[in-house]
Antibody, heavy 117, light 106 residues
Framework: DVQLVESGGGLVQPGGSLRLSCAASGFTFSSYDMHWVRQVPGKGLEWVSNIGTAGDTYYPDSVKGRFTISRENAKNSLYLQMNSLRAGDTAVYYC???????????WGQGTTVIVSS | DIQMTQSPSSLSASVGDRVTITCRASQSIGSFLNWYQQKPAKAPKLLIYTSSNLQSGVPSRFSGSGSGTDFTLTITSLQPEDFATYYCQQSYSTQVTFGGGTKVEI
């Protein structure tokens, strides 16, 4: 089965750091663009970052300079390094597989990040 | 960034109703528009990709249309399991953006 499993969420103080991981299985991980998408409980979806098959990365202004997406194809793993965390980063973070022409077709179950003192 | 505006933000409907949700992009995005369904405490699920293509396993009562800046998701004959929140998303730009969501309620 095609599957994405996130881990690494938790409670962190403002200004702190956290690293999320996503383990992929059931497909050729290196052949797909991968994204992180977050959602504040009760609110809408917000795209957080994207890494292409060639390692090109993209971020919205809200996280640029603070978050870093990376991938390790040999381990079928996606990562999100989050630094200088703010209360506004509190959300469920989803790992997502995507193809430009075919949408975001596989989502993980999400991992919760809470930024609070 | 490309802004995606969905309307309405919520709607009330009954089983068997025909439901239409619209999504407008702040600039032309061709057909690079996808639709997702999300139920409470669940991850979103892809319904429609590239404006009008039905994702495998999605019932045929769901359909999508549009190009350029204006897009529509239609659910013919709403079923109990369709009560959820629906999001549009553009993949024209590397700066991906989602619409604000439409909650379909009884």
């Amino acid at each position: 089965d095609v599957q994405l499993v996130e881990s690494g969420g938790g409670l962190v103080q403002p200004g702190g750091s956290l690293r999320l991981s996503c383990a992929a299985s059931g497909f050729t991980f290196s052949s797909y663009d991968m994204h992180w998408v977050r959602q504040v409980p009760g609110k809408g979806l917000e795209w957080v970052s994207n890494i292409g098959t060639a390692g090109d990365t993209y971020y919205p202004d809200s996280v640029k300079g603070r978050f870093t997406i990376s991938r390790e194809n040999a381990k079928n793993s996606l990562y999100l390094q989050m630094n200088s965390l703010r209360a506004g980063d509190t959300a469920v973070y989803y790992c997502v597989r995507a193809v430009v022409l075919y949408g975001m077709d596989v989502w993980g179950q999400g991992t919760t990040v809470i930024v609070s003192s | 960034d490309i802004q995606m505006t969905q309307s309405p933000s919520s709607l009330s409907a009954s089983v068997g109703d025909r439901v239409t949700i619209t999504c407008r992009a702040s600039q032309s995005i061709g057909s690079f528009l996808n639709w997702y369904q999300q139920k409470p405490a669940k991850a979103p699920k892809l319904l429609i990709y590239t404006s009008s293509n039905l994702q495998s396993g999605v019932p045929s009562r769901f359909s999508g249309s549009g190009s350029g800046t204006d897009f529509t998701l239609t659910i013919t004959s709403l079923q109990p399991e369709d009560f959820a929140t629906y999001y549009c998303q553009q993949s024209y730009s590397t700066q991906v953006t989602f619409g604000g969501g439409t909650k379909v309620e009884i």
